[in-house]
């Protein structure tokens, strides 16, 4: 049985700045990901906090909101078969230094903060992150 599902996928600063963009949208292309929608747009700190709230404990919420809000970003909406978990897999940990060979975290994140890639992590979450930069 078929499991059609859309996640929201953004190429961080990190990634955008060394000029990555192409090259990750292909390793999309390439694990069968169609990009229905996608957008280069550069966020307002206020803009991250809204789309970071979940992390609004944590001790890297405001570094991590600078970061985003830094530079341009690429938005896109992604479909596949199980688009959720296969971009998770695609992406890899969060921390690049413990992302599996062939990740996208491992070939391009510099750093956990600078880790080239968002993902969303549940389908419940991407439909709520595509709402939020897509309106659907
Ligand atoms: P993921 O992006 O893999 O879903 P999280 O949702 O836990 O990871 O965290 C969101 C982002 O916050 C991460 O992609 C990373 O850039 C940053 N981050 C997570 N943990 C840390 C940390 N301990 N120190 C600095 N930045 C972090
Ligand atoms: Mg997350």
């Known amino acids: 049985m078929s499991n059609i599902e859309q996640t929201l996928s953004i190429i961080k ?15 999309f292309a390439d694990k069968g990901f169609e990009i229905i929608k996608e957008k280069k747009i550069h966020i307002s ?12 404990s944590k ?21 596949r078969e199980n688009a959720v978990i296969e971009n998770r897999k695609l992406m890899g940990a969060t921390n690049p230094a413990d992302a599996e060979e062939g990740t ?21 979450n991407a439909k709520i992150e595509l709402e939020f930069f897509f309106n659907n």
Do not use: T, W
């Open 45 to 56: 700190k206020e803009e991250a906090e809204k789309f970071y709230k979940v992390h609004e």
């Open 13 to 27: 600063p990190d990634a955008v700045e060394r000029d990555l963009q192409d090259q990750i949208k292909q390793e």
């Open 104 to 124: 996208l975290r491992k070939k391009y994140g510099i750093s956990i903060d600078k880790n080239s890639v968002h993902g969303s992590d549940s389908l419940e």
């Open 59 to 79: 001790p890297f919420y405001n570094d991590l909101c600078a970061y985003l809000s830094s530079g341009p970003i690429v938005v896109m909406k992604l479909q």
